[in-house]
């Protein structure tokens, strides 16, 4: 059985920075697509960052460019988001999600096989 766990979620002050772990069982990270997606109350969820372990290929929505940092540890099946410079505008639950490469088409969340459970991030004013 595939399962993703996302954790790392928080509360922070603006300005903060977080680490959110994504962690793979009954499936491997290489060779695939790892995205992380964000919904706020009321909103669509949306792809703010995502790596294709094929080629090393990494996405950032334009939002999170430059204080977001998505990497992956193969040895510990493991894609971390490293969110720097919080802002309020960040709060939203976090959701890791996998499936075969797919490029510049990252964003589509129907595109996704796989879903981690989402951790909150709140970031207070």
């Known amino acids: 059985e595939v399962q993703l766990q996302a954790s790392g979620g928080g509360l922070v002050q603006a300005g903060g920075s977080l680490r959110l772990s994504c962690i793979a069982s009954?499936?491997?990270?290489?060779?695939?697509?790892i995205s992380w997606f964000r919904q706020a109350p009321g909103k669509e969820r949306e792809g703010i960052a995502s790596i294709q372990t094929t080629d090393g290929s990494i996405f950032y929505e334009d939002s999170v460019r430059g204080r977001f940092t998505i990497s992956s540890d193969s040895t510990k099946n493991t894609v971390y988001l490293q969110m720097d410079s919080l802002q309020v505008e960040d709060t939203a639950v976090y959701y890791c999600?996998?499936?075969?490469?797919?490029?510049?088409?990252?964003?589509?969340?129907?595109?996704?096989?796989?879903w981690g459970q989402g951790t909150q991030v709140t970031v207070s004013s």
């Open positions: 009954g499936f491997t990270f290489d060779g695939h697509t």
């Open positions: 999600a996998a499936r075969d490469p797919v490029g510049v088409l990252w964003k589509m969340v129907p595109l996704y096989d796989y």
